[in-house]
């Protein structure tokens, strides 16, 4: 059982860096296919919706992936739904969006935060939460 303690700082360590790749990597690539959908003036009209829905779909894509994840995995968990929220939220930061895209990313946090708090959905304390 000792042995068991000493690996938790371990654990932490890796989890950890496994997050802070995981967010560099997701920011890197987002942010590359943001620079394509609003600010390259030689993509079409065409190509930058395409562009703007894949950025939509991407977010809220990988983001029910990781809480999905975090579900069936065990001592892991907080992980994946930390990086799924992260996302969901790194998404609503978006310059240039228009208010449907927007509302469209809120109701996919609102969606996350209900599921977490499926239990107590009637609860005062839920709906304090909400404000």
Not at 76 to 94: P, Q, T
Request: contains cysteine; proline residues 2%.
């Amino acid at each position: 059982m000792e042995m068991e303690g000493n690996l938790t700082p371990m654990i932490w360590a890796a989890q950890l860096l496994v997050a802070v790749f995981f967010i560099a990597g997701f920011v890197s690539f987002y942010t590359e296919i943001w620079n394509q959908a609003f600010v390259n003036p030689h993509k079409s009209q065409r190509k930058r919706t395409e562009l703007r829905i894949f950025l939509l779909v991407l977010s809220i894509g990988i983001a029910s992936v990781l809480h999905f994840a975090g579900y069936i995995s065990g001592s892991s968990s907080m992980m994946y739904h930390n990086l799924g929220l992260f996302i969901l939220v790194f998404a609503l930061l978006d310059e240039e969006i228009n208010l449907g895209e927007y509302l469209i990313r809120c109701a996919a946090l609102l969606i996350v935060w209900a599921m977490h708090h499926f239990s107590d959905l009637v609860s005062s304390s839920f709906a304090i939460s909400m404000d």
